[in-house]
Each structure stands twice: as structure tokens, then as C-alpha cells.
């Protein structure tokens, strides 16, 4: 969906209004694009392939604010491990934006990371979430984005009568949190995965500099 179908959505089902003296549709556009990273980082639906330049002797690095979330981490050896685990060599997350590798390399070097990154916002009607600088998120999952702007905006219009707010909330996320809208889509795209890693390493070109990392 564009840009103005998706407003057009929620402006029309929620009645805010954009005449010249009381336009609220730059506030749809900013609830749309909280939708979308809101999404992305909860359900990780789409995940793009980076390289993290790793330096001899450091085993800790900061994640660049343009990584929403970690999917996976590929060197050809290291498998994942809990914050508590011996298991060596092998990564863990410390917070949401710290990579910690055991054992520390030993040269310089590279390790490939799967995340959800940041997409940008959209600043044109006939722009679409589908759009790779957008979130690339598949036809199919965008209602999500939808259903979320008009849960926030109908919170925002105090709707308590009808309670649309309450409404929205639990068709997107559930009742209690880890349901709805969400974990269908964290379903399809478990389905879409395979249990086992390809024979052969295929090496990505990574879509973010080097400067996106701090070691």
C-alpha cells in the first residue's frame, strides 16, 4: 500500500480531519511510520544482511541506532549462546544494542549479521512501506501497520465510549501482549524458514557501511 491509502485507511475509519485549519494527516503519517519500525522490531518479518568489521582482541560492540534488531550472526563457526553460557566461540546479546563475541578475534576481520534495520520515513503519497528504503515489508503484512496507527489514533481522538482504542490494541498485538496481528506474522515467517542452514556459505554483499558499527 502507498502512503495516502494507508492514511486514507485510518483517517476515514478513526474521522480525523484534514481541512487546511485542523489537518491532522502529518500526524497519521508519523503514526504510520511508529507502525512500521514498531512491527519490524517485534515481529523481525524482514532482515537484510550487513558485515560488522571486527578488530583483534575486542569482544564488544555497540550496535549502530540503524539496527532495530538481531536476527542471526554468521562467521562459519559461531553459534549462539545465552548471556550465562560457557559454550565457545559464540555471540550473545548483552541489552538490545550490545554484541558481545567469546572468544575475542584474534585478527581483524568481519563477521556477517542478519538484522531488522531502520527504514526511513516516508515522505511522498505515492510512497510504499513495501519500498526497500521504506522497510520492504511484504504486501501481506502491511494491514499491521494500519491496524496500529488506528489504535494510536484513536487513543489520540478519546474515543473511551466506544473504545476503538482497546479495540485495535488487541486485533494488533492481543489481549496480552504476544498475540493478535504480531504473532501471526512471527508464525508465517517461522514457516517461511528452514531448520537447516545451506551446505555451502554464500557471501552477501553487506547494505550498511562499516560506519554503522562502533567497536
Known amino acids: 500500500m502507498t502512503r495516502k491509502q494507508m492514511a486514507d485507511q485510518v483517517q476515514y475509519w478513526i474521522g480525523l480531519q ?15 511510520y511508529q507502525g512500521t519500525i514498531d512491527m519490524l522490531a517485534r515481529t523481525k518479518c524482514v532482515a537484510r544482511c550487513v558485515n560488522l568489521q571486527t578488530k583483534a582482541n575486542v569482544d564488544t560492540y555497540t550496535l549502530d541506532h540503524s539496527v532495530l534488531a538481531l536476527v542471526d550472526l554468521e562467521d562459519g563457526a559461531l553459534p549462539k549462546a545465552a548471556r550465562s553460557s ?4 559464540s555471540f550473545a546479546l548483552i541489552r538490545a544494542d550490545i554484541l ?14 542478519w538484522a ?11 510512497q510504499s512501506v513495501g519500498d526497500e528504503t521504506y522497510g520492504g515489508i511484504p504486501d501481506e503484512f502491511q494491514d499491521a501497520i494500519v491496524t496500529y496507527a488506528l489504535w494510536k489514533a484513536s487513543d489520540y481522538a478519546d474515543d473511551q465510549t466506544g473504545q476503538q482504542g482497546e479495540r485495535y490494541r488487541v486485533q494488533y498485538e492481543g489481549a496480552d501482549g504476544r498475540s493478535g496481528r504480531l504473532a501471526q506474522i512471527r508464525s508465517a515467517v517461522n514457516r517461511r524458514g528452514t531448520a537447516k542452514a545451506p551446505g555451502r556459505r554464500v557471501r552477501l554483499r553487506g547494505v550498511a557501511p562499516r560506519q554503522a558499527w562502533v567497536g
Open 18 to 32: 484534514d481541512i487546511d485549519a485542523y489537518n491532522e494527516t502529518g500526524l497519521i503519517y508519523d503514526l504510520l
Open 86 to 89: 560457557t559454550l565457545s566461540p
Open 100 to 113: 558481545r563475541l567469546a572468544p575475542p578475534p584474534s585478527v581483524d576481520g568481519e563477521v556477517q549479521v
Open 116 to 126: 531488522v534495520l531502520r527504514p526511513a520515513q516516508m515522505s511522498d503519497d505515492a
